[in-house]
């Protein structure tokens, strides 16, 4: 069963930084790739990086204008956001979520983070607050 925890929301200040966790479990973390999503009350849920699977490529939707970093650490089965210059409307709750990946079958390289319907696993979410 694919298992997924995000971790590292909070609230911070407008300019500030975070970094999310997702760790994964119960399943061969190779074969996914993983993706970072987010939803702020009152919009649809919106993809924001994905990486591909055994860390092949990271893209990113195209309206975060590089603030937002996404790695993977294989060893700990861990993928990482790492979000800069934080603005008040980066407020929202932020997912992680997993899709098997497998010839031709490539989601996150042919997809992108934007085709949410995509990603079949995710995790509870973790809610980032940013003040100004």
Not at 15 to 42: E, H, M
Not at 51 to 69: C, E, V
Request: charged share 20%; hydrophobic share 30%; proline share 3%.
């Amino acid at each position: 069963e694919v298992q997924l925890v995000e971790s590292g929301g909070g609230l911070v200040q407008a300019g500030g930084s975070l970094r999310l966790s997702c760790a994964a479990s119960g399943f061969t973390f190779d074969d996914y790739a993983i993706g970072w999503f987010r939803q702020a009350p009152g919009k649809e849920r919106e993809g924001l990086s994905c990486i591909g699977r055994n860390d092949d490529g990271t893209y990113y939707a195209d309206s975060l204008k590089g603030r937002f970093t996404i790695s993977m650490a294989n060893a700990k089965k861990t993928v990482y956001l790492q979000m800069n210059s934080l603005k008040p409307e980066d407020t929202a709750v932020y997912y992680c979520a997993a899709v098997r990946e497998s010839y031709p079958y490539y989601y996150c390289s042919g997809y992108g983070p934007e085709r949410v319907s995509t990603w079949g696993s995710w995790g509870q979410g973790t809610q980032v607050t940013v003040s100004s």
